[in-house]
């Protein structure tokens, strides 16, 4: 024996347990075992019910007589219906209750021994049924629940507009919920999913778990105190001594059967394909080996040629912008110099023209009524002055993006500015692609240290992107800016609801000259250069997507602190 002076201890214990509730015979003569009465749930296998031959059994049974064995004490089972046995414990038909939940409430009155197991919740619902994603939107729906139970309480505190149907037990209830008579039943999981099985309820699922896991225990009132001593002081013996541990295994180890059974047939495949690999992997490795080295540096070669082409091809249209751009600017500075005088002119005529229209009601200008001319003619010089800016913030934006700057210079970058000059950039892309498209600037100024050009070069090519993706003009477009908590770095995410990308796609999204746009001229470099971009700036791209529900792309650098 490895530990004596703990066994020594423990025996110690469990003689003072057993001494201190051993009563006197009649007469004085011999000890009488203390009866403790317990009551239990009929129906909550597999920690308490009554089995076919109408004996107790389960978790919470044998565990009830291993403490009553270990503290010498004997007990007086009770299986009943759960409200039963709550109220025979609170009028003090029962000494103990096994198997309780722990609750604030409750505890006003009961005293609790220490926690045996810990019980998840869940909200069940039929296939074919209503669907929630959280408790809150159970209100006005009808719920069925153990009467007197946990969940009962719970529903009554959290969710008083729910409609709620109690029963004995979660057979009636989960029997009611298959048979399509209420919306859902909040039940302990794991004996709904053992009743569930046993009952061959199959078109009943959990949905969603609302609380989280309820401590078990006993409980009793006030005046046994002691007796709750007594099963806390017996579960802390079986817990050291292995015996909790070993009817746990029992009753609730089981449930994980074929897993082991799964990992046993797993391990002896590993170990046959070991011995395979052995005597054939040799060859095959190295030849893969030469193979991915090959394809590696092909891959690689393309990549710098194709970075050349596109990088000749860029300092060619940027030539060609700056000059487009010179050329609509004249006009515009014409525009935007007239523009103002005109208004002018038109604000000194007025009291003239308001003059002749008294004395000729008919008075028309260029074939219009005065009276309409007078209220368009305002309206007319601010959508043409708004507009000439427009043309002016545009030329400039491209202007910018043209500019050649050399990768090596790097300064600081107001994510808020370039994603702004990004999307005015592609408006019309944008406006042709859907109707419902949302921009959200952090308003913390998120500001990174790198090239705004290249950074603007990646956010367009990313939201050109996702206008692809959307498949009609409902669909919607997302862009926004942000800082981590931590405030360590700067995100920018576009999410959309377009078509979403095949999960065997996302992984070469990245790869030179691979595209599904092939047939519409696409190229397969524009992602590649943009990971290039991010990478050399120290940031990271990364992709979410769900085919035919949509998908985000997140681009995070490092945030520049001051």
């Given at each position: 024996?490895?530990?004596?002076?703990?066994?020594?201890?423990?025996?110690?214990?469990?003689?003072?347990?057993?001494?201190?509730?051993?009563?006197?015979?009649?007469?004085?003569?011999?000890?009488?075992?203390?009866?403790?009465?317990?009551?239990?749930?009929?129906?909550y296998?597999?920690?308490?019910?009554?089995?076919?031959?109408?004996?107790?059994?389960?978790?919470?049974?044998?565990?009830?007589?291993?403490?009553?064995?270990?503290?010498?004490?004997?007990i007086d089972?009770?299986?009943?219906?759960?409200?039963?046995?709550?109220?025979?414990?609170?009028?003090?038909?029962?000494?103990?209750?096994?198997?309780?939940?722990?609750?604030?409430?409750?505890a006003k009155?009961?005293?609790?021994?220490?926690?045996?197991?810990?019980?998840?919740?869940?909200?069940?619902?039929?296939?074919?049924?209503?669907?929630v994603?959280?408790?809150?939107?159970?209100?006005?729906?009808?719920?069925?629940?153990?009467?007197?139970?946990?969940?009962?309480?719970?529903?009554?505190?959290?969710?008083?507009?729910?409609?709620?149907?109690?029963?004995p037990?979660?057979?009636?209830?989960?029997?009611?919920?298959?048979?399509?008579?209420?919306?859902?039943?909040?039940?302990?999981?794991?004996?709904?999913?053992?009743?569930?099985?046993?009952?061959?309820l199959?078109?009943?699922?959990?949905?969603?778990?609302?609380?989280?896991?309820q401590?078990?225990?006993?409980?009793?009132?006030?005046?046994?105190?002691?007796?709750?001593?007594?099963?806390?002081?017996?579960?802390?013996?079986l817990?050291?001594?292995?015996?909790?541990?070993?009817?746990?295994?029992?009753?609730?180890?089981?449930?994980?059967?074929?897993?082991?059974?799964?990992?046993?047939?797993?391990?002896?495949?590993?170990?046959?394909?070991?011995?395979?690999?052995?005597?054939?992997?040799?060859?095959?490795?190295?030849?893969?080996?030469?193979?991915?080295?090959?394809?590696k540096?092909?891959?690689?070669?393309k990549?710098?040629?194709?970075?050349?082409i596109?990088?000749?091809?860029?300092?060619?249209?940027g030539?060609?912008?700056?000059?487009?751009?010179?050329?609509?600017?004249?006009?515009?500075?014409?525009?935007?110099l007239?523009?103002?005088?005109?208004?002018?002119?038109?604000?000194?005529?007025?009291?003239?023209?308001?003059?002749?229209?008294e004395?000729?009601?008919?008075?028309?200008?260029?074939?219009?009524?005065?009276?309409?001319?007078?209220?368009?003619?305002?309206?007319?010089?601010?959508?043409?002055?708004?507009s000439?800016?427009?043309?002016?913030?545009?030329?400039?934006d491209l202007?910018?993006?043209?500019?050649?700057?050399?990768?090596?210079v790097?300064?600081e970058v107001?994510l808020?500015?370039?994603?702004?000059?990004?999307?005015?950039?592609?408006?019309?892309?944008?406006?042709?692609?859907?109707?419902?498209?949302?921009?959200?600037?952090d308003?913390?100024?998120?500001t990174?240290?790198?090239?705004?050009?290249?950074?603007?070069?990646?956010?367009?090519?990313?939201?050109?992107?996702?206008?692809?993706?959307?498949?009609?003009k409902?669909?919607?477009?997302?862009?926004?800016?942000?800082?981590?908590?931590?405030?360590?770095?700067?995100?920018?995410?576009?999410?959309?609801?377009?078509?979403?990308?095949?999960?065997?796609?996302?992984?070469?999204?990245?790869?030179?000259?691979?595209?599904?746009?092939?047939?519409?001229?696409?190229?397969?470099?524009?992602?590649?250069?943009?990971?290039g971009?991010?990478?050399?700036?120290?940031?990271?791209l990364?992709?979410?997507?769900?085919?035919?529900?949509?998908?985000?792309?997140?681009?995070?650098?490092?945030?520049?602190?001051k």
């Amino acid at each position: 024996m490895k530990h004596p002076l703990l066994w020594l201890l423990l025996s110690l214990l469990v003689t003072q347990s057993a001494w201190s509730i051993e009563r006197p015979g009649p007469n004085g003569q011999g000890q009488q075992k203390r009866v403790v009465h317990i009551a239990a749930d009929y129906n909550y296998p597999p920690y308490e019910f009554t089995d076919e031959e109408g004996n107790p059994a389960g978790y919470n049974v044998e565990l009830s007589y291993a403490i009553a064995e270990i503290m010498g004490f004997q007990i007086d089972l009770t299986m009943t219906d759960w409200k039963s046995a709550y109220a025979g414990l609170l009028d003090g038909t029962y000494d103990v209750l096994q198997g309780i939940a722990h609750s604030e409430d409750r505890a006003k009155l009961i005293k609790f021994s220490s926690p045996h197991s810990i019980v998840n919740q869940s909200l069940f619902a039929r296939k074919d049924g209503p669907k929630v994603d959280d408790i809150s939107e159970i209100s006005g729906h009808e719920v069925l629940v153990q009467n007197a139970s946990i969940m009962h309480e719970y529903l009554k505190q959290k969710v008083p507009d729910a409609i709620i149907i109690p029963v004995p037990t979660h057979s009636d209830a989960l029997r009611l919920l298959a048979a399509g008579k209420y919306d859902f039943a909040l039940t302990a999981n794991l004996p709904s999913l053992y009743l569930s099985k046993e009952l061959g309820l199959s078109n009943i699922e959990p949905i969603a778990r609302p609380v989280a896991g309820q401590r078990l225990g006993y409980g009793a009132l006030p005046k046994h105190e002691d007796l709750i001593a007594l099963f806390s002081e017996g579960l802390a013996i079986l817990k050291n001594t292995g015996r909790q541990q070993e009817i746990y295994d029992k009753w609730l180890g089981t449930l994980d059967g074929p897993k082991v059974q799964w990992k046993k047939l797993g391990q002896y495949a590993f170990y046959t394909i070991l011995i395979l690999l052995f005597v054939l992997g040799g060859i095959m490795i190295w030849n893969a080996m030469l193979r991915k080295e090959v394809e590696k540096r092909s891959r690689q070669l393309k990549a710098h040629q194709e970075q050349l082409i596109q990088a000749d091809k860029m300092a060619s249209l940027g030539v060609l912008v700056s000059g487009v751009a010179h050329e609509i600017n004249n006009p515009t500075g014409l525009l935007m110099l007239n523009l103002p005088l005109l208004k002018s002119a038109w604000e000194d005529a007025l009291p003239y023209l308001d003059k002749l229209a008294e004395e000729d009601p008919d008075l028309t200008i260029g074939g219009f009524p005065y009276t309409r001319i007078k209220g368009e003619i305002p309206y007319l010089l601010e959508e043409m002055q708004h507009s000439t800016d427009r043309i002016r913030n545009i030329v400039n934006d491209l202007k910018d993006f043209a500019r050649e700057q050399p990768d090596e210079v790097a300064h600081e970058v107001d994510l808020n500015v370039v994603v702004a000059t990004a999307v005015r950039l592609v408006d019309k892309s944008i406006r042709t692609a859907t109707d419902h498209f949302e921009l959200h600037l952090d308003q913390r100024m998120p500001t990174v240290l790198g090239s705004s050009q290249r950074i603007e070069q990646v956010i367009i090519n990313l939201i050109l992107n996702a206008c692809d993706a959307l498949e009609s003009k409902d669909d919607q477009l997302h862009v926004s800016t942000l800082i981590s908590h931590d405030r360590k770095e700067a995100i920018i995410a576009i999410e959309d609801t377009g078509c979403g990308i095949p999960a065997e796609v996302l992984p070469r999204l990245t790869d030179p000259f691979y595209t599904t746009k092939r047939e519409r001229g696409g190229t397969g470099l524009g992602l590649s250069v943009s990971a290039g971009i991010i990478k050399a700036l120290q940031g990271r791209l990364s992709f979410d997507s769900v085919e035919g529900e949509g998908t985000t792309v997140t681009v995070t650098f490092p945030l520049l602190t001051k």
